[in-house]
T-cell receptor, first 112, second 114 residues
């Protein structure tokens, strides 16, 4: 069975701090994709990144970076120099047979 | 840029009413999905469709029904709304038949049943 665990329910940081959001997954598939989505207060889910199971290279996009480690089944997301606009709920997701399996989300609050 | 639309954005309705939540996408995507989400919580798949005239129930049991008569349109209907249906409903679509492609989400409909 597919499962995505985001153990951090809520994180609060002060602006300019770095913050890492954890994601651990379970799957029996040998080929799969992992995603991160951002859900701001407006409610819409915004796609951030997709990573396939064969590509373990870390990725950086501006202040965002992702660390994929297949050996520990983790796909962690780091925001460097956080900003108030980063405040949102962040979801990690895993491809399944029919649709994505989502984690329960991590609410990030960035205080000014 | 993704173009997927949901109406209404907010709906407050009394118990027993029939409602239809609209979802349309202009990207020609084959697969479409409906998720139910309590505020800030996990998303649960309630319906999905591989294409026209194809609909399947998702992981979470739902009293709602869906139809897919046109590629771009995937409405969700509740025949008799109840307070337990109060939630946010998110529509999404993805390209092709594979589940490996990213899903594009609409803005959601926040439903409150009194």
């Amino acid at each position: 069975a597919q499962k995505v665990t985001q153990a951090q329910t809520e994180i609060s940081v002060v602006e300019k701090e770095d913050v890492t959001l954890d994601c651990v997954y379970e799957t029996r598939d040998t080929t799969y994709y992992l995603f991160w989505y951002k859900q701001p207060p407006s409610g819409e889910l915004v796609f951030l990144i997709r990573r396939n199971s064969f590509d373990e290279q870390n990725e950086i996009s501006g202040r965002y970076s992702w660390n994929f480690q297949k050996s520990t089944s983790s796909f962690n997301f780091t925001i460097t120099a956080s900003q108030v606009v980063d405040s949102a709920v962040y979801f990690c997701a895993l491809t399944g047979r029919r649709a994505l399996t989502f984690g329960s989300g991590t609410r990030l609050q960035v205080q000014p | 840029e993704a173009d997927i639309y949901q109406t209404p954005r907010y709906l407050v309705i009394g118990t027993g009413k029939k409602i239809t939540l609209e979802c349309s996408q202009t990207m020609g995507h084959d697969k479409m999905y409906w998720y139910q989400q309590d505020p800030g919580m996990e998303l649960h798949l309630i319906h999905y469709s591989y294409g026209v005239n194809s609909t399947e129930k998702g992981d979470l049991s739902s009293e709602s029904t869906v139809s897919r008569i046109r590629t771009e349109h995937f409405p969700l209907t509740l025949e008799s709304a109840r307070p337990s249906h109060t939630s946010q409903y998110l529509c999404a679509s993805s390209l092709g038949a594979s589940s490996y492609n990213e899903q594009f989400f609409g803005p959601g409909t926040r439903l409150t049943v009194l």
